[in-house]
C-alpha cells in the first residue's frame, strides 16, 4: 500500500487532563504495539493538548477537533490555525458530523477553516458521511462526493493529495452500527472518482481516506483492507489506550 495507513483517535468532549496523562502513560508503556509503518494521532481537547505533547509515544501526533479559520481578532472562545501550529499540531478535524449538526456549520464554513489549516501547514481531515434518511434515499455518494468537493474547493492538487478525508456515515456515530466494509469502499471509491476528475488522479492517488462510524479492535481490520480505506477515525474505542494498541495491532495485521 503506498499511503501510510493512519489512526486516528477523536476523544470530542472527554477526557480532563489528569484523564488524558494516565491515557499517554498507559499507552506508553504498550508502545512496542505501535508498528512505524502506521501513523497514529490523537485529536483531543484544546485543554489536553500539553499533556499530550509531553508525554505521548513519539509516534502519535497531536490532532485538534476544531479550529477557527481566522488569524486572530474578536472571536471569543474560539482557537486560531496559527496557534494549533505553534503548538506542533499536525491534524486538525473540520466538518465532524456532530459540528455540522450541532452547531450548524455549512459546507462553505467547513472549507475556510480547511483552507486556513492548510495556510498554517497542518493537515486538515475533512469528515463526511449521509444521515440515515439520505442512505434510505440512495444518495450517500452523491451527498458525500458533494462534501468533499465543497469542502476542499480551492485547494490546489498537491494540497488535496496531502490531506486525509474521513467517511463517516451520521447513523454509525456512536451506534454500535457499521457501515459493511464493501459499502464503505465503494465510497472511498467514489471519493477518489470525484477527486481525480476535479483535480488529478495523482491527487486522489495520493488522498488519505479513512472509514468512521463505530470503529473498535475487532473490526478495524476488516475496513483497513479494502483498498481504498487508508485507516479510521475513532471516538469510542480510542479512549481506552488497550482499546488503541489493539487498534494498532489488528492495522499491522493487515499489513502482513
Ligand atoms: C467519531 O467521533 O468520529 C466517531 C466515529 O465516533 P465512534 O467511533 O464513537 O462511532
Not at 476542499?152 to 492538487?157: I, M, P, R, S
Request: a negative charge; hydrophobic letters at 45%.
Amino acid at each position: 500500500m503506498a499511503r501510510t495507513p493512519l489512526l486516528m483517535g477523536n476523544w470530542k468532549m472527554y477526557k480532563t487532563v489528569a484523564e488524558a496523562r494516565a491515557f499517554a502513560e498507559a499507552l506508553g508503556q504498550q508502545s512496542q504495539k505501535l508498528d512505524s509503518r502506521i501513523e497514529y494521532a490523537i485529536c483531543a481537547p484544546y485543554t489536553c493538548l500539553h499533556v499530550l505533547r509531553v508525554m505521548l509515544p513519539a509516534q502519535v501526533r497531536l490532532g485538534a477537533q476544531n479550529v477557527f479559520p481566522e488569524k486572530e481578532g474578536a472571536y471569543t472562545g474560539e482557537i486560531a490555525p496559527g496557534m494549533l501550529a505553534e503548538f506542533g499540531t499536525k491534524y486538525v478535524l473540520a466538518g465532524h458530523s456532530e459540528r455540522r449538526m450541532l452547531f450548524g456549520e455549512s459546507d462553505q464554513f467547513i472549507n475556510q477553516k480547511i483552507k486556513a489549516i492548510v495556510a498554517n501547514g497542518m493537515t486538515p481531515v475533512l469528515c463526511v458521511g449521509e444521515n440515515s434518511s439520505q442512505k434510505e434515499d440512495g444518495v450517500t455518494k452523491e451527498v458525500v462526493t458533494g462534501q468533499v468537493l465543497q469542502g476542499l474547493d480551492g485547494l490546489t492538487a498537491d494540497e488535496v493529495g496531502r490531506a486525509v478525508v474521513a467517511y463517516e456515515p451520521v447513523w454509525a456515530i456512536g451506534s454500535g452500527k457499521t457501515a459493511t466494509p464493501d459499502d464503505a469502499e465503494e465510497v472511498a471509491r467514489a471519493i477518489r472518482a470525484a477527486v481525480a476528475e476535479t483535480w488529478s488522479p495523482e491527487a486522489a492517488e495520493g488522498l488519505r481516506i479513512l472509514y468512521g462510524g463505530s470503529v473498535k479492535p475487532d473490526n478495524v481490520a476488516s475496513f483497513v483492507r479494502e483498498p481504498d480505506l487508508d485507516g479510521a477515525l475513532v471516538g469510542g474505542a480510542s479512549l481506552d489506550p488497550t482499546s488503541f494498541a489493539a487498534m494498532a495491532e489488528a492495522i499491522k495485521g493487515v499489513l502482513e
